[in-house]
């Protein structure tokens, strides 16, 4: 697997050079001066926010400045996306996985019924989400099962889906380069992938057996995405697990630099907070919603252009309250097992769902609020026209 010299190297080399403790001091020591002074580099709009400037505003100080934060993540975002909400739906295709994720209801240790849908299935799945609304935006969604879904396997998947829909993202194991290279060929547009946390130490506490317990491996895997030619790259960390103002400082800096090296790409960023799994696992750090608020802004602030995404996992009126604050994509109507929505509705869940509204009642609440829903947002047709005029 790393005998490939194009899947060596990346941020993981990087992230050795930020210690976590330090980071961690680091955070706790600002004061309210050190944020006035970031809100007002911000406000000017003069240059791009550093991660260390990132840092100030994640900190337990800015937490009294949330007005002052929300009132930029508002400005900044009609700025670049107008009144816009893009939406999209996961598809589970599979929750057979190897790893033995402590947190997880797909835990390869957890004796429940597992399932695969073959493409007859993954089609019916297709036909039944496109029922529900005129969803164009796919998540394609898998437990971590390389000898059964692997790269064929989605590319099956993907050729199955795409007359159902103009913008398919996969979120599955990490892959190599030549293979995430093969994906896109065969219509792939994004890619999601969680790093959970970056705390190389506690992350094999986690991650105790399987191929997410290599820690490189995984954090590499956006190189990889990067040097594939993926069109977007989702990130994020899972909330619950270590210091989620620190996890978040490092995946500021973690997109930092991956927007230099891969500057093509357009990325997202996904703040999931843990919900109930069949694991029984419970959270050892809980974010409030006052808190998930300024990480939301924060990384507005940050960075004008990211795609910011929230799941089915939070609230309705949590959700609709944020998405005029700096949320720009949400899914609406999820099932997060394997054949939820045509085949087998009663399979293992990987996570509790919270907002479980109809997409018909999802609309409704974002134009009740002013903003369009968008059920199709990309196609090559974009690339190919921009391409044509830098030439």
Request: glycine share 6%.
């Amino acid at each position: 697997m790393h005998n490939d010299p194009a899947d060596r190297g990346g941020f993981a080399d990087i992230i050795s050079r930020y210690d976590w403790n330090e980071t961690t001091a680091a955070i706790a020591g600002f004061t309210a001066t050190d944020v006035e002074r970031v809100l007002g580099v911000a406000q000017s709009d003069s240059r791009q926010l550093t991660a260390d400037e990132l840092m100030v505003l994640l900190s337990p100080a800015a937490a009294d400045y949330l007005e002052e934060m929300a009132e930029l993540s508002r400005r900044f975002t009609l700025e670049k996306f107008g009144r816009t909400i893009s939406l999209y739906i996961p598809m589970y295709v599979s929750n057979l996985c190897a790893n033995a994720c402590v947190y997880c209801g797909f835990n390869h240790g957890n004796a429940l019924a597992r399932n695969v849908l073959d493409m007859k299935q993954v089609e019916d799945e297709c036909k039944a989400i496109k029922a529900l609304g005129p969803f164009e935006n796919l998540l394609i969604v898998s437990g971590e099962f390389p000898a059964v879904c692997g790269t064929e396997y989605f590319a099956d998947v993907l050729r199955t889906a795409r007359p159902y829909f103009h913008n398919l993202t996969i979120e599955v194991q990490p892959m190599r380069t030549a293979q995430y290279r093969r994906l896109v060929e065969e219509g792939l547009n994004g890619v999601v992938c969680f790093q959970e946390t970056y705390h190389r130490e506690r992350y094999k506490v986690y991650h105790p057996r399987g191929m997410k317990s290599l820690y490189e491996w995984r954090l590499n895997g956006f190189d990889r995405m990067g040097r594939a030619g993926v069109h977007k790259i989702g990130m994020g960390v899972l909330i619950g697990l270590e210091d989620w103002r620190t996890d978040l400082t490092m995946l500021g800096r973690h997109l930092r630099y991956l927007q230099k090296e891969y500057w093509r790409t357009r990325f997202s960023v996904n703040f999931p907070r843990m919900c109930p799994s069949e694991s029984g696992f419970q959270p050892n750090t809980v974010m409030t919603d006052r808190e998930l608020a300024q990480v939301t802004f924060a990384f507005r602030i940050f960075d004008h252009d990211i795609d910011i995404s929230y799941s089915t996992r939070e609230k309705p009126l949590f959700r609709d309250n944020m998405m005029t604050l700096g949320v720009t994509s949400m899914s609406a109507g999820s099932q997060t097992e394997p054949g939820g929505y045509a085949t087998s509705p009663e399979a293992l869940e990987q996570f509790e769902v919270t907002d479980s509204r109809s997409p018909r009642d999802v609309t409704e609440s974002i134009r009740a609020h002013g903003y369009d829903p968008v059920w199709k947002d990309w196609d090559a047709v974009f690339d190919t026209a921009q391409q044509h005029s830098v030439l």
